[in-house]
T-cell receptor, first 113, second 114 residues
Framework: NAGVMQNPRHLVRRRGQEARLRCSPMKGHSHVYWYRQLPEEGLKFMVYLQKENIIDESGMPKERFSAEFPKEGPSILRIQQVVRGDSAAYFC???????????FGPGTRLTVT | DQQVKQNSPSLSVQEGRISILNCDYTNSMFDYFLWYKKYPAEGPTFLISISSIKDKNEDGRFTVFLNKSAKHLSLHIVPSQPGDSAVYFCAASEGSSNTGKLIFGQGTTLQVKP
């Protein structure tokens, strides 16, 4: 009964590099959400996707950030040209349908040096 | 603009006593509320939820109370156990929106002393 899986768990990137974060939802779940947690803060919604569709990206920064959830494979959160302010924990959650009861993965901790 | 606020960053209680964690919100359109528990280096784990049509929901040692007029909810843990020591987040969602977007508070760190 695998839960939500995220990899890598830790990612170190130098300023200007690209970061790719992966999320595999729970079995049977086709809805994926990405949240970001900055130090000493709560989680902030970034984007909500269903298979092959972005439903709500109101929390995504306008530049450098993109997300996808292809028909096959994991959801990917991509950050281009990372800056130090991108250092955070990025959590993925999934649900069976559009649901507030979301199940979270362990997170990817991104450090930008 | 912090729509969901947890004004107590930390709380310490003795094992066996009651833990009360509080949460306030400002958006009157929120109609579904959840509590999550988070251990270090792990993702949040869903604990309990409540719809705005109720004022109380209970699940074992955990009870959530909702006061819509005050825009306030609380989580009661009775009796508290050392394993309950974690960060607790309240979250809210607007049912009329097209997504399951959750708005989180900043979290309260609970320490239960043996």
């Amino acid at each position: 009964n695998a839960g939500v899986m995220q990899n890598p768990r830790h990612l170190v990137r130098r300023r200007g590099q690209e970061a790719r974060l992966r999320c595999s939802p729970m079995k049977g779940h086709s809805h994926v959400y990405w949240y970001r947690q900055l130090p000493e803060e709560g989680l902030k919604f970034m984007v909500y996707l269903q298979k092959e569709n972005i439903i709500d990206e109101s929390g995504m920064p306008k530049e450098r950030f993109s997300a996808e959830f292809p028909k096959e494979g994991p959801s990917i959160l991509r950050i281009q040209q990372v800056v130090r302010g991108d250092s955070a924990a990025y959590f993925c959650a999934s649900s069976r349908g559009r649901s507030y009861e979301q199940y979270f993965g362990p997170g990817t901790r991104l450090t930008v040096t | 603009d912090q729509q969901v606020k947890q004004n107590s960053p930390s709380l310490s209680v003795q094992e066996g006593r009651i833990s009360i964690l509080n949460c306030d919100y400002t958006n009157s359109m929120f109609d579904y509320f959840l509590w999550y528990k988070k251990y270090p280096a792990e993702g949040p784990t869903f604990l309990i939820s409540i719809s705005s049509i109720k004022d109380k929901n209970e699940d074992g040692r955990f009870t959530v109370f909702l006061n819509k007029s005050a825009k306030h909810l609380s989580l009661h843990i009775v009796p508290s156990q050392p394993g309950d020591s974690a960060v607790y987040f309240c979250a809210a969602s607007e049912g009329s929106s097209n997504t399951g977007k959750l708005i989180f508070g900043q979290g309260t760190t609970l320490q239960v002393k043996p």
